[in-house]
Structures are given as C-alpha cells and as structure tokens.
C-alpha cells in the first residue's frame, strides 16, 4: 500500500463521529459550570475511553467549529448594524451548516443565537 492511501486511511480512522462531535460541541456552548471551560476537559470527561488521538480530533474540530461560527456572526451583526432579520438568521444557520454538515439544527440554531449573543454584547 502506498504512503497517500495509508494516509488516508489514518485520517479516516481519526475522524470524529458526528455524534460525538455534537455532543462535545453542545458541552462547549454550555452556560454555568462548563461556560467557556476548555474543551479538552470537556472531551476527557464526555469521552474518557476514547483514545487520546480521537479526543484530540474532537477537541480541534469543535473549537474551529465555535470560533469560526462566531467571528462569521460577528462579522454579520456588524455589517447588519445589529438588525438580524430573520431571514439573515436563516442564510446563518445554512452557512453553519454547509460548513459543518455533521451539526445538528438544534446545535446550529444554538450556535447562531450564541455568536448573535457574544456579538451584541461586544458591538451593541
């Protein structure tokens, strides 16, 4: 087997299972005790026999996840003025997830409403 099949067959074995990802992400938009709590404390305790590789995989792509989501609805609040008429919510969560098509649209709709929340409170 060459290098770039076996690469690939890594990459696919390390990839998160969605259901996974949504769980861990969900925990990462918590409010309360888990309120912006690293997360990898999160992973380690949602997912304590899942190898250390796979946690990691989950920790990386929910943090791009969230940080991407927010600067996008930041980015959006500004332009807006702050005005987000529904239909803006709508175009939001389909940009949410067609870049995290593994994203529930209950976690889309949370993540919209949280970036809206971070980005008034920092913009007005």
């Known amino acids: 087997m060459n290098a770039d ?3 690939r067959q890594d990459v696919r074995m390390a990839a998160p299972h969605d259901a996974d990802l949504n769980r861990l992400f969900e925990a990462a938009l918590e409010f309360g005790s888990n309120w912006r ?8 305790e949602l997912f304590p026999s899942q190898p250390q590789d796979g946690r990691d995989a989950l920790v990386a792509a929910v943090e791009l996840a969230r940080s991407t989501i927010e600067a996008h609805i930041e980015e959006v609040h500004i332009r807006l003025g702050g005005q987000w008429p529904s239909g ?6 389909a940009w949410i997830a067609d870049r995290y098509p593994w994203m529930t649209k209950k976690s889309r709709r949370r993540a919209r409403s949280q970036g809206q929340y971070y980005a008034w409170h920092d913009h007005g």
Request: no cysteine; hydrophobic share 45%.
């Open 5 to 7: 099949v076996a690469h």
């Open 37 to 44: 709590r690293p997360v990898a404390e999160l992973a380690a």
């Open 88 to 93: 803006e919510e709508q175009q939001a969560e």
